[in-house]
């Protein structure tokens, strides 16, 4: 598994510059804490997010998630297998748009969603107004550049 805390860490570094199962269509889903939900994807992907608390951001809503199953890529170690993103802050039009399917409830948030959420704040750091897919791919972008 790829190092939580050298990922958590390029998250917010990457945040400063962001600006049953459903099927999403229709009306935004209501995000709730602990709900797991599918990505769309261009190519089919384990990735899911899971939905831990919304907050007021300005003049949006800040919708802070983390990745489960995150596939590694080529070009970063760990490559083949999966990371978890323990905390990733979207505007939440953005995630509405990101996600696909209910797939459970009450799934709880991974160990270091805390930490990261409070580098967040600390930081002042932004949110995520692209897709979840985009916002993976500028993660291990950064990472690679490492």
């Not at 945040?15 to 099927?23: D, L, N």
């Not at 797939?103 to 991974?110: F, I, K, R, S, Y």
């Not at 002042?124 to 916002?135: D, H, N, Y």
């Amino acid at each position: 598994m790829f190092r939580k805390g050298l990922l958590a860490v390029l998250m917010n570094a990457c945040v400063a510059f962001a600006g049953g199962a459903e099927t999403m269509s229709g009306p935004a889903p209501d995000f709730a804490s602990g709900q797991e939900w599918s990505i769309k994807s261009a190519a089919p992907t384990t990735a899911k997010v899971v939905i831990v608390r919304s907050e007021p951001w300005h003049e949006n809503v800040a919708v802070h998630i983390a990745i489960v199953d995150v596939p590694v890529p080529q070009g970063v170690t760990g490559v083949g297998g999966t990371t978890v993103i323990t905390h990733m802050p979207f505007d939440r039009s953005a995630l509405a748009a990101s996600v696909d399917r209910l797939l459970a409830t009450g799934v709880p948030p991974p160990s270091g969603f805390e930490s990261g959420y409070k580098h967040w704040q600390d930081a002042k750091g932004g949110i995520f107004t692209v897709s979840v897919e985009k916002a993976i791919e500028f993660t291990f972008q950064a990472v690679g550049r490492r």
